[in-house]
C-alpha cells in the first residue's frame, strides 16, 4: 500500500499530504514503507506509521487514519494518511496473524489491520487489489457468515497485507 500520487516536493521538503488517499500500488517508493506493531512480539493496538513525513514540515510522521481523521467510520469509509499527533483511536489499528484467524491460514505470514474505532478491516474498495485501488473500511470477510457477499466461503485476499523484507 502507498499514498496516492506518492511523495510530493517543493523546493523546501518532500513529504505526503495529509488526508491523501491510501491505495495499493506496485512497490516503487518511500511512501510505501510503513511500520506497525507486531503482534509476535506482543504488539496491542497501535499506529500504522508512514515512515514518510508531513510534507509541510518535514518533521511530523504519518499514519494511517479514517478519512478527515474522523473519529469513526462505516463501511466504505475511505482510509488515508494523517499526522499522527492526534492518537485518535481510528489511528489505531489492531494487527492480527493470519495463522490466528483460523488453524489452516489461506495467507500464512500476512495481517488483518483491523480499526479500533470502527471495528471493521482494511480492505480495498470493492476487493480490487489492482494499481491504483483506494483503501476503505470493511467488515472482515469471515468464511460461511454470509457477511461478504461471493465468495462467502472464503476469506478475502484484499483483507489481507503481507510484509515485504526485500
Request: glycine share 14%; with cysteine.
Amino acid at each position: 500500500m502507498g499514498v496516492s500520487g506518492g511523495e510530493a516536493c517543493s523546493y523546501y521538503a518532500c513529504g505526503v499530504i495529509p488526508g491523501t488517499q491510501i491505495i495499493t500500488w506496485t512497490k516503487s517508493g518511500w511512501d510505501q514503507e510503513m511500520g506497525a506493531p507486531d503482534p509476535a512480539n506482543g504488539g496491542g493496538p497501535g499506529v500504522v506509521q508512514d515512515y514518510y513525513k508531513d510534507y509541510g514540515d518535514g518533521l511530523t510522521n504519518m499514519c494511517l487514519a479514517l478519512q478527515n481523521n474522523a473519529q469513526t467510520g462505516g463501511q466504505n469509509t475511505s482510509v488515508v494518511i494523517w499526522d499522527c499527533g492526534s492518537q485518535s483511536t481510528a489511528q489505531q489499528w489492531q494487527l492480527t496473524k493470519a495463522e490466528d484467524l483460523m488453524p489452516q491460514a489461506p495467507f500464512p505470514g500476512c495481517y488483518v489491520f483491523t480499526n479500533q474505532a470502527s471495528g471493521m478491516a482494511l480492505s480495498m474498495y470493492q476487493g480490487s487489489v489492482h494499481d491504483g485501488a483506494h483503501a476503505v473500511l470493511w467488515p472482515l470477510c469471515v468464511p460461511n457468515s454470509g457477511a461478504c457477499g461471493s465468495p462467502s466461503n472464503l476469506y478475502h485476499a484484499d483483507q489481507f497485507w503481507c510484509p515485504d523484507f526485500s
